[in-house]
Each structure stands twice: as C-alpha cells, then as structure tokens.
C-alpha cells in the first residue's frame, strides 16, 4: 500500500544520501548535500552526529525531535526519521539522520479512502434508485461494482509498475506456505534477487529505462516458476 510504498522509497534514499555522504566527509560537503537534500527532495530533516552524539552538521524545515522511526506515523509527528551509519576510513563512523515528510502519503490515503466513500455512497444511490426500475439494471450495477472492487484490490495487493505481488501480498503468501509446510513437513524456498548496477541505469538512460529493464525481469521470472509460486517486487 502507500505506506509501505512510502518506507521503501524513504530508506532507499537515506541509503544512498549515506553512501554519498561517505565520499566526502568534510562538514562545509555535509552541509552542501544536506541544504540540496532538503531542496530537491521529500526530506525536511537531515543532520550528522559523530560517535559522543555531538551534532557536526545540521538542515531541517521543521522543529521535531529526532525519533527513529520502523512504522509509518509512529510517533505521530507527520515526519518518518531514518537513522543510518557514515562509514570513514580514517576514524569513528558518523551517523546520518534523516526525516522525510509523511504528509503527502497521508494526503494520498485520505483521498483514497474519500473515493471509496464516494463510490460507496454513489453505489447505495444507484441501488435505490434501481429499486424502481428493474433487477436487470441491479444486476449490471453489481457486476460494474465487483470489476471495479477487483481492479481496487489487486491495485492494493500488486506492484503498479511490475504487475507483480506487492509486500503485503507476498507477506500473506510466504506465511500461507510457512504453515503448510508445517502442516505437511515440506520445506519452504525463498530466494532474494537483487538488479546489480541498476542504478547506474538510471542514472545514465534514465527512469523510463529502468523501468521497462524492471518489466522484462519480472516478466521472464514470471515465465520460469509454476503457478503455485510467487514472485514479488519488495
């Protein structure tokens, strides 16, 4: 769902602004990509501290206390913080603190939910009014409403991009096969893929690239397993 989309894209990007932390550990680069980060991306929060918790640098649009954060909205304070080490090579590692602005995602959810209620609300006027003109109009309204059920559940349960199973799904599955397997006595297999330098597609062909190399994948896996197994996109 969105959240899970949220952490996943949150985490991603605090991985990457450590790494490039990492290549220059100077204070006045630190502050350079900490003031870009919070101009050009979704963070409202991002400072450095070194091993004694003294802070060595600091740029942020809001005045929140830095929480760690594993769930989405878990403190309540509108703002997702991620905590993340600098390795140096010369000395103690530095830790990175970032947080990223869950509003937005809380907007998305809101406006989701008001479409169901509308499209719900839309669904009891119809019925009402179909109770005057016949059950061969029900009957359509039913199956309009159950395509439309369906398309909103597989969009929450599936990767918009990939067409594959999403995490909530593919959590559902792997604790589906877990009890089997015990019930049964059958081993469970579960294998971890990883795109080597997909970044670096990316960043020199660009997004539409990417893309369409994470499509093909997900496609040709699709092609080798059985349909009793399933592959994700985490």
Same mark, same amino acid.
């Given at each position: 769902g969105y959240k899970n989309q949220f952490i996943d894209q949150a985490r991603s990007s605090a991985y990457l602004l450590?790494? *490039?932390?990492?290549?220059? *550990?100077?204070?006045e680069a630190l502050q350079t990509l900490a003031d870009d980060t919070l101009l050009n991306d979704d963070a409202v929060f991002m400072d450095v501290i070194d091993n004694s918790n003294k802070i060595v640098i600091a740029s942020t649009a809001v005045n929140r206390e830095f929480r760690e954060d594993f769930f989405f909205g878990q403190h309540g304070d509108s703002t997702y913080f991620v905590l993340l080490p600098i390795h140096s090579s010369v000395g103690d590692d530095n830790m990175l603190r970032i947080g990223f602005d869950e509003t937005p995602t809380l907007e998305?959810?809101?406006?989701a939910y008001w479409r169901v209620f509308y499209l719900a609300a839309g669904y009891i006027s119809f019925v009402m009014f179909l109770v005057f003109f016949g059950a061969r109009a029900l009957k359509m309204m039913n199956k309009e409403l159950a395509l439309q059920t369906g398309a909103l559940e597989h969009q929450a349960t599936h990767d918009t991009l990939s067409g594959l199973p999403n995490r909530v799904l593919f959590?559902?599955?792997?604790?589906?096969?877990?009890l089997a397997a015990r019930r049964e006595g @059958?081993?469970?297999s579960l294998f971890v893929l990883d795109l080597d330098r997909f970044k670096e597609v990316n960043d020199t062909l660009g997004h539409q690239a990417g893309d369409a190399? *994470?499509?093909?994948?997900? @496609?040709? *896996?699709q092609g080798t397993v059985r349909e009793v197994d399933t592959v994700a996109r985490l």
């Amino acid at each position: 769902g969105y959240k899970n989309q949220f952490i996943d894209q949150a985490r991603s990007s605090a991985y990457l602004l450590s790494i *490039l932390a990492e290549k220059d *550990l100077r204070p006045e680069a630190l502050q350079t990509l900490a003031d870009d980060t919070l101009l050009n991306d979704d963070a409202v929060f991002m400072d450095v501290i070194d091993n004694s918790n003294k802070i060595v640098i600091a740029s942020t649009a809001v005045n929140r206390e830095f929480r760690e954060d594993f769930f989405f909205g878990q403190h309540g304070d509108s703002t997702y913080f991620v905590l993340l080490p600098i390795h140096s090579s010369v000395g103690d590692d530095n830790m990175l603190r970032i947080g990223f602005d869950e509003t937005p995602t809380l907007e998305q959810i809101n406006l989701a939910y008001w479409r169901v209620f509308y499209l719900a609300a839309g669904y009891i006027s119809f019925v009402m009014f179909l109770v005057f003109f016949g059950a061969r109009a029900l009957k359509m309204m039913n199956k309009e409403l159950a395509l439309q059920t369906g398309a909103l559940e597989h969009q929450a349960t599936h990767d918009t991009l990939s067409g594959l199973p999403n995490r909530v799904l593919f959590n559902d599955r792997l604790h589906q096969a877990i009890l089997a397997a015990r019930r049964e006595g @059958t081993p469970v297999s579960l294998f971890v893929l990883d795109l080597d330098r997909f970044k670096e597609v990316n960043d020199t062909l660009g997004h539409q690239a990417g893309d369409a190399i *994470l499509y093909q994948v997900a @496609t040709r *896996l699709q092609g080798t397993v059985r349909e009793v197994d399933t592959v994700a996109r985490l």
